[in-house]
């Protein structure tokens, strides 16, 4: 009880900073509070994990982001302030896990969690870096280029950064919870580098994709810049950017979770 209410007051001090600075609006407050409070209850090393993944991925997006905006403001509205979705379906999978390996007092649920963390820490380094420094993307099913911005476009700048990000949550996450070893480390950096991949890859073979007839450009806008509304036309018209989110950190709870079984039992020998 102690530590769930001291986890509450942390919690509501980094919501309310993220309130305050824009990158969070009413429903994203409060559902992170909520994913904080909940963390905080599972253990201290989840809330400090949890801690250093915001304040990482906050500075990132925050990191040039008028240039940013002009360099994808024709395909996808740049939204540094994120909703309630947005951060469930970034920590939603990382705090049940958190909350299961509290009630079982089994590492695999702790794997799990760490795993899909950095997969949204990947996903998101690999965004904001190759924004900035990764020049045009290529499709990573068919290598045609693609403009900065589309979902499944990929570059090598922004890989380096996604697997970064994966690092940097894998190393406190493993001290943290008290898996201080450089093998479960690498275990979690290759889940969450999985789940940036399974992010681009379902991306850009399933995810919804619109078209602006008056541009004739592709875009996953559903109003153009030049004020034309654009029409599904390809890609499912319900895989959403949310729902491909949420799919890359499911795939890396359980890319952590089959690594854990056929890699660590190697790299510890």
């Known amino acids: 009880m102690t530590r769930l209410l001291a986890g509450a007051f942390v919690a509501a001090l980094f919501a309310a900073r993220g309130r305050v600075t824009g990158s969070l609006d009413v429903t994203g407050q409060w559902a992170a509070f909520a994913v904080g409070t909940l963390a905080a209850a599972a253990g201290w090393g989840f809330a400090v994990t949890l801690v250093a993944y915001f304040l990482a991925a906050d500075t990132l ?13 024709g395909i996808t509205p740049r939204i540094e302030t994120r909703d309630g979705v947005q951060v469930l379906v970034n920590g939603g999978i990382f705090v049940l896990c958190a909350m299961l390996a509290a009630q079982h007092a089994n590492s695999r649920w702790v794997l799990a969690a760490i795993g899909a963390l950095a997969a949204a820490s990947a996903d998101t380094w690999a965004t904001e870096v190759g924004t900035v420094w990764g020049g045009r993307p ?7 280029p693609l403009a900065t911005g589309m979902s499944g476009g990929v570059t090598f700048a922004g890989s380096l950064g996604g697997i970064g990000g994966a690092l940097l949550v894998a190393v406190v996450g493993a001290w943290s919870c008290g898996l201080r070893d450089w093998a479960t480390i690498a275990v979690f950096t290759a889940a969450g580098t999985i789940g940036m991949l399974a992010d681009s890859l379902v991306g850009a073979a399933l995810q919804t994709k619109r078209y602006c007839d008056r541009c004739r450009e592709w875009t996953e806008r559903r109003v153009h810049p030049c004020g034309y509304r654009t029409k599904h036309a390809a890609g499912l018209y319900w895989m959403t950017n949310d729902l491909v989110n949420f799919i890359a950190t499911l795939s890396g709870a359980a890319s952590s979770l089959l690594l854990a079984r056929w890699l660590l039992p190697m790299l510890s020998a």
């Open 61 to 73: 997006t925050r990191w040039r982001a008028a240039e940013k905006r002009l360099r994808t403001a």
């Open 138 to 144: 290529s499709s990573i099913l068919s290598g045609r």
